[in-house]
Nanobody, 124 residues
Framework: QVQLVESGGGLVQAGGSLRLSCAAS????????MGWFRQAPGKEREFVAA????????YYADSVKGRFTISRDNAKNTVYLQMNSLKPEDTAVYYC?????????????????WGQGTQVTVSS
């Protein structure tokens, strides 16, 4: 069983930055690919970014490409999401997810473990 705990959410003005962290339990973190998803009120959960188990491959939703960066530190069992140039439409609950495969995917159904989420609110 893998447990994921997100942190780093909060309230920020448009144009600002936040860095989300997701700490994972277990000794095999380096064998898991990771993803970040978000869900705004009344909307479905959507893909934001993903990273392979080694960190060599990353993937982004078009809406965040060039503004968000996903990274991981396998020694610390942690994945990060650096969010720059934030917009009001980025407001959502952000979820960290993991899957026991080296290749990352961009679909909600592709992930086995989920964190509890962290709220990000961007004011205009």
């Amino acid at each position: 069983q893998v447990q994921l705990v997100e942190s780093g959410g909060g309230l920020v003005q448009a144009g600002g930055s936040l860095r989300l962290s997701c700490a994972a339990s277990g000794r095999t973190f380096s064998y898991y690919s990771m993803g970040w998803f978000r869900q705004a009120p009344g909307k479905e959960r959507e893909f934001v970014a993903a990273i392979s188990s080694s960190g060599d491959s990353t993937y982004y939703a078009d809406s965040v490409k060039g503004r968000f960066t996903i990274s991981r530190d396998n020694a610390k069992n942690t994945v990060y999401l650096q969010m720059n140039s934030l917009k009001p439409e980025d407001t959502a609950v952000y979820y960290c997810a993991s899957r026991p495969y080296i290749v990352a995917v961009t679909t909600v159904s592709g992930y086995k473990y989920w964190g509890q989420g962290t709220q990000v609110t961007v004011s205009s």
